[in-house]
């Protein structure tokens, strides 16, 4: 039988919407939002005023319709957008605010925002109250419930009773996750009644600063995916990351669904170092130094677990998470970092080589690979002596060199997770192997075109050349990769990149107004700009698009420039006069065919690759079973899977988990972590990367392709206009 709301609520609910703002009070006596201020008034004014403007944003939008709709779901959807809070009858009242959102912007006037907020604030309060309650029962896991994790497309909730199911087995499915780890009973019921707690307790504690930046958002992501607003607390954080000034474990997080994920590691970081932790890992709990209690951070803002992360230099932070690999329910694991300031240099890009066996009458051939993790520029060491600076095009310079002297036959490009950096390095790495021409355009929001181009005469190398990219690969990285591609200089190998051609700037609202008085308004990072390629097309939104594809890891619906609903379309504008170095279009199917039959024998290939399909076969599910058989079964499935690559690798010399066999070898904690420490520096250093490795592989078969056929050489490198030595 279905829960009927009483009346009593029900009338409450109808009428709280035009309750004054000031009067909306719990009976615990805390205020559900403050009245906007005079100062947000200001900001929203200037923000709209910023990105209206058609000298300032590159695709402004009026006050209109339809932006009142964009802002009015997108707000939603930073409040409740997995539908778990609000019912069907809190929406149907929120509908008359739907028109008026964007006036309330451009007036200045957020007091719908508030009135929103405070009703979603109430029904937090309700949830996390029902949730509590259920800890005190037990849970069947015995039957073929399952729990519908992605709700963004379903229907809101029809009312209180339709939200206690789904909460039920939201609160099943947590409880399972733990047992599945091992934990008893008693610490489910204290775990999951102190996470439950903090998720009312962090959105009681948001002030109405926090209330009116989750409004300004909803509008700023309306104009598009990449412009924000930033409170001060928020600008200065988006300055300390572009200083690499931040003292924590070097990796950027991410939240997804109720748990932070690690979606990079930053080169040179403490996480990068050590070497343990990896993109896809999840972060469950954090506890200070190497014996501090680790505290639970499920369900936390994601803001809340970077501060806990955070911390003053040299001093360590532990981190319980689960590895990407096992699966959510996967056995979860601890490392101690010691935090460490993220230092430039220590980005550098780092080079190896492949030996690749003799075949088909052809020599055996030695690759170079360059990893470059970032397009980075020590601006500040530049402007102090322009002629000794540390730059990616500097290093990358000095190792091609090194390459040179030691006779490799080609070089591989390793641009994978790079997610851009400088535009300058960009276009000067450009001129590492071209000589001389544009690199790419860029159209400002008035129209006007800027070419920017490598202006150096000669190369560096003019040897054979590939560029390795996925999905992680963006802005300059693409800007590099499609003018290698425009020019024919390389091979592109990988997945299709990222997609992210646009320029954003930020525009300091207090340098306005309130001068000197010190951070009070925050900042606006908004888009100026487009890329364009050397030969017209925009690297926005479709990506570089791979002349040898590997297995996506990642469905361009999931990660990218293409999830974005209002991104940027792709377009074109008029091409640039350039050089053609070469056509590998005749090449490709024997190159494809030859890929395609050496990874059928590359097992590290084909465990890479069956990982992903697993993941993205998951990943489609949306849904987790509840049954606790179902889920112990997948479970072990994983574990054994692992263990037996594990053997696989050890029996050929490459033990890569040094926590797998570890025994009370009589060692203090201390000497047991610096033996830790050289383990899985060692493991580092022999862990294979089949991807990188067959990028080298195939490099190697396009030189002997074009050493024994002419014919084909003749096609791919036109004689006279090539200034490559590619066929030599």
Same mark, same amino acid.
């Given at each position: 039988?279905?829960?009927?709301?009483?009346a009593?609520?029900?009338?409450?609910a109808?009428?709280?919407?035009?309750?004054?703002?000031?009067?909306l009070?719990?009976a615990?006596?805390?205020?559900?939002?403050v009245?906007?201020?005079?100062?947000q008034?200001?900001?929203?004014?200037?923000?709209?005023g910023a990105l209206?403007?058609?000298?300032l944003?590159?695709r402004?939008?009026p006050?209109?319709?339809?932006?009142?709709?964009?802002?009015?779901?997108?707000?939603?959807?930073?409040? $409740?957008?997995?539908?778990?809070?609000?019912?069907?009858?809190?929406?149907?009242r929120?509908?008359?605010y739907?028109?008026?959102?964007?006036d309330?912007?451009?007036?200045?006037?957020?007091?719908a925002a508030?009135a929103m907020?405070?009703?979603y604030?109430?029904?937090? !309060?309700?949830?996390?109250?029902y949730?509590r309650?259920?800890?005190?029962?037990d849970?069947?896991?015995?039957?073929?419930?399952?729990?519908?994790y992605?709700?963004?497309?379903?229907?809101?909730?029809?009312?209180?009773a339709?939200?206690?199911a789904?909460w039920?087995?939201?609160?099943?499915?947590?409880?399972l996750?733990?047992k599945?780890?091992?934990?008893a009973?008693?610490e489910?019921?204290?775990?999951?009644?102190k996470r439950?707690?903090?998720?009312?307790?962090?959105?009681?504690?948001?002030k109405g600063?926090?209330?009116?930046?989750?409004?300004?958002?909803?509008?700023?992501a309306?104009?598009?995916?990449?412009? !924000?607003y930033?409170?001060p607390?928020s600008a200065?954080?988006?300055?300390?990351?572009?200083s690499?000034s931040?003292?924590g474990i070097?990796?950027?997080?991410?939240?997804?669904?109720?748990?932070?994920?690690?979606?990079?590691?930053?080169?040179?970081?403490?996480a990068?170092?050590?070497?343990?932790?990896?993109?896809?890992?999840?972060?469950?709990g954090v506890?200070?130094?190497?014996?501090?209690?680790?505290?639970?951070v499920?369900g936390?803002?994601? $803001?809340?677990?970077?501060?806990k992360?955070?911390?003053t230099k040299g001093?360590?932070?532990?981190?319980e998470?689960i590895p990407a690999?096992?699966?959510? !329910?996967?056995e979860?694991?601890?490392?101690?970092?010691?935090?460490?300031?993220?230092?430039?240099?220590?980005?550098?890009?780092k080079?190896k080589t492949?030996t690749?066996?003799a075949?088909g009458?052809?020599p055996?051939?030695?690759?170079?690979?360059?990893?470059?993790?970032?397009?980075?520029?020590d601006?500040?060491?530049?402007?102090? *002596?322009?002629?000794?600076?540390?730059?990616?095009?500097?290093?990358?310079?000095?190792?091609?060199a090194?390459?040179?002297?030691k006779?490799?036959?080609g070089?591989?490009?390793?641009?994978?997770?790079?997610?851009?950096?400088?535009?300058? &390095?960009a276009?000067?790495l450009?001129?590492?192997?071209?000589d001389?021409g544009?690199?790419?355009?860029?159209?400002?929001?008035?129209g006007?075109?800027?070419?920017?181009?490598d202006?150096?005469?000669?190369?560096?190398?003019?040897?054979?050349?590939?560029?390795?990219? *996925?999905?992680?690969?963006a802005?300059a990285s693409?800007?590099?990769?499609?003018?290698m591609?425009?020019?024919?200089?390389?091979?592109?190998i990988g &997945?299709?990149t990222?997609?992210?051609?646009?320029?954003? *700037?930020?525009?300091?609202?207090?340098?306005? @107004?309130?001068a000197?008085e010190g951070?009070?308004y925050g900042?606006?990072?908004?888009?100026?700009?487009?890329?364009?390629?050397?030969?017209?097309?925009?690297?926005?939104n479709?990506?570089?698009v791979p002349d040898?594809?590997?297995?996506?890891s990642?469905d361009a619906?999931e990660?990218? &420039?293409?999830?974005?609903?209002?991104a940027?379309p792709?377009t074109?504008?008029?091409?640039?006069?350039?050089?053609r170095?070469?056509n590998?279009?005749?090449m490709?199917?024997?190159?494809?065919?030859?890929?395609?039959?050496?990874?059928? $024998?590359?097992? &590290?290939?084909?465990?890479?690759?069956?990982?992903v399909?697993?993941?993205?076969?998951?990943?489609?599910?949306?849904?987790l079973s509840?049954?606790?058989?179902?889920r112990?079964?997948?479970?072990?499935?994983q574990?054994?899977q692992?263990?037996?690559?594990?053997a696989?690798?050890?029996?050929?010399?490459?033990?890569?988990?040094?926590?797998?066999?570890?025994?009370?070898?009589?060692?203090?904690?201390?000497?047991?972590d610096?033996?830790?420490?050289?383990?899985?520096?060692?493991?580092?250093?022999k862990?294979?990367? @089949?991807?990188?490795?067959?990028?080298?592989?195939?490099?190697?078969?396009?030189?002997?392709?074009?050493?024994?056929d002419?014919p084909l050489?003749?096609?791919?490198?036109?004689?006279?206009q090539?200034?490559?030595?590619w066929? !030599?």
């Open positions: 039988m279905k829960r009927r709301v009483s009593p609520v029900a009338l409450f109808a009428t709280l919407l035009a309750v004054p703002l000031a009067l009070a719990r615990d006596g805390n205020q559900l939002a009245a906007p201020t005079a100062d008034a200001t900001i929203s004014k200037m923000v709209y209206s403007d058609s000298r944003a590159y402004p939008r006050a209109d319709h339809a932006l009142s709709e964009d802002i009015f779901r997108r707000y939603l959807e930073a409040l $409740d957008g997995n539908k778990q809070f609000f019912t069907a009858a809190d929406i149907a929120f509908q008359p739907r028109d008026t959102m964007a309330a912007v451009r007036q200045g006037d957020p007091a508030f907020f405070g009703v604030r109430q029904r937090v !309060d309700q949830r996390v109250d949730a309650k259920l800890l005190k029962k849970f069947d896991f015995t039957g073929n419930e399952r729990w519908e992605d709700r963004e497309e379903a229907p809101w909730a029809a009312d209180a339709a939200l206690d789904l039920r087995k939201s609160v099943m499915n947590d409880w996750r733990l599945l780890a091992g934990k009973p008693d489910i019921r204290k775990t999951l009644d439950y707690q903090q998720v009312a307790r962090s959105v009681s504690e948001l600063e926090d209330v009116f930046a989750l409004f300004l958002n909803a509008y700023t309306s104009v598009d995916p990449h412009t !924000d930033l409170d607390r200065e954080n988006f300055n300390q990351q572009m690499l931040l003292e070097g990796a950027q997080l991410q939240r997804q669904d109720d748990i932070v994920v690690i979606r990079e590691i930053i080169p040179g970081g403490p990068s170092m050590d070497g343990t932790l990896k993109a896809g890992d999840r972060i469950v506890g200070q130094g190497k014996t501090g209690a680790i505290e639970d499920i936390w803002r994601i $803001d809340d677990v970077v501060a992360i955070r911390g001093t360590q932070v532990k981190l998470y690999e096992n699966g959510i !329910d996967g979860h694991r601890t490392v101690t970092l010691t935090r460490q300031r993220v230092q430039l240099a220590e980005q550098a890009a080079s492949y690749l066996p075949h009458g052809m055996e051939r030695l690759v170079g690979v360059i990893e470059l993790p970032t397009f980075y520029q601006f500040e060491g530049r402007r102090r *002596n322009g002629n000794d600076y540390t730059s990616a095009t500097r290093d990358v310079a000095r190792l091609l090194e390459f040179q002297a006779g490799v036959d070089v591989v490009l390793d641009l994978r997770n790079n997610g851009g950096g400088s535009l300058d &390095e276009v000067q450009t001129g590492l192997f071209i001389q544009p690199v790419v355009q860029q159209r400002e929001s008035g006007r075109v800027q070419v920017y181009s202006r150096t005469p000669g190369v560096a190398w003019d040897g054979p050349l590939a560029v390795l990219v *996925n999905r992680g690969s802005s693409e800007i590099f990769a499609g003018a591609q425009d020019y024919g200089r390389a091979l592109i &997945e299709t990222f997609g992210k051609g646009t320029v954003q *700037n930020l525009l300091d609202l207090d340098r306005w @107004p309130a000197g951070p009070r900042q606006v990072k908004l888009t100026i700009a487009q890329f364009f390629r050397a030969d017209g097309g925009s690297t926005q479709k990506g570089v040898i594809a590997y297995p996506v990642v619906n990660f990218g &420039e293409s999830t974005y609903d209002n940027l792709w074109r504008i008029s091409a640039v006069p350039h050089a170095y070469g590998f279009a005749p490709l199917p024997r190159l494809q065919q030859m890929h395609a039959g050496r990874i059928a $024998d590359d097992l &590290e290939f084909q465990w890479w690759s069956e990982d399909a697993h993941y993205r076969a998951e990943a489609a599910k949306k849904y509840l049954n606790e058989a179902e112990r079964a997948e479970r072990d499935r574990e054994t692992r263990k037996e690559r594990q696989i690798r050890k029996a050929k010399g490459l033990d890569l988990d040094p926590l797998a066999e570890e025994t009370d070898d009589g060692l203090t904690a201390n000497e047991r610096v033996v830790r420490d050289a383990a899985r520096e060692k493991a580092a250093e862990r294979p990367d @089949p991807l990188q490795r067959e990028a080298a592989a195939i490099l190697a078969n396009a030189i002997d392709l074009l050493e024994q002419r050489s003749a096609q791919v490198l036109p004689g006279t090539s200034a490559v030595r066929a !030599d």
